[in-house]
């Protein structure tokens, strides 16, 4: 399916037929979400794709119950988790190899853990950005552990989108859930204290009444500004 094609066939579905996905559609998807563009290249998120039947119902009714997760034929977490950095920091210097610039060594070697690290500095780091901010064009976050898992959380909202419309192109369909009882999933997949489940995206073949009407977004001129 050509790019916008698949952009406008994504909707998010409500209920499903019982058609399988096959694993291939699944595989090229979430293939699909581990290229998305991420802060740093640092790639702090995890995806968990809850394919085993119990798991499947425990997650969903973790989800509430809705009509998308109970009639799921997979259901894929999408979690946020800044406290794998190191991991990613250390990949990161593997591949740039010995002869990377002296600039991007620096920046893995001491942005990075200035950033990731720390936490007990973050007043510090506050201070030095706004005031360096006086002097030169500075980014002024992230300095604390929220800012941190923000960084986190928008990386890992683009990796499902890059996912859902992967599986729009395959003529499958996608809904991405945030309600749900993030708790309790979390205790399902068995995260740590700091990750944060940004969304449950479910998967399967759109049911004729999983759509609940036609799609409407705002007028362009009230959300898009050109300056």
Known sequence: ?????????RRSIRKYTPEAVPSDVMEKALDAA?????????QT???YWIHEDSTKKETALACMNQGAARTAQELVAFVADPTTWKVSQQANLQHLGPNAPAAVKAYYTKLMPFVYSWRILAPVKW???N????????????????????VAVKSTALAAENFMLAIAAQGFDTCPMEGFDESRVKKILRLSGR???VM?????????EGLWGERFRLPKDIVLKKI
Request: positive net charge; glycine residues 4%; charged residues 25%.
């Open 1 to 9: 399916m050509e790019f916008f094609e698949a952009v406008r066939a």
């Open 34 to 42: 581990l290229l998305a563009p991420n802060s740093s290249n640092m």
């Open 195 to 197: 990750s944060r489940v």
């Open 200 to 208: 449950i995206i479910s998967v399967g073949r759109r049911d004729p």
């Open 127 to 129: 201070l030095m950005f």
């Open 45 to 47: 998120w995890r995806i």
């Open 131 to 150: 005031i360096m901010g006086l002097f030169k064009p500075m980014p002024r976050k992230p300095w604390s552990s929220r800012d941190i898992e923000e």
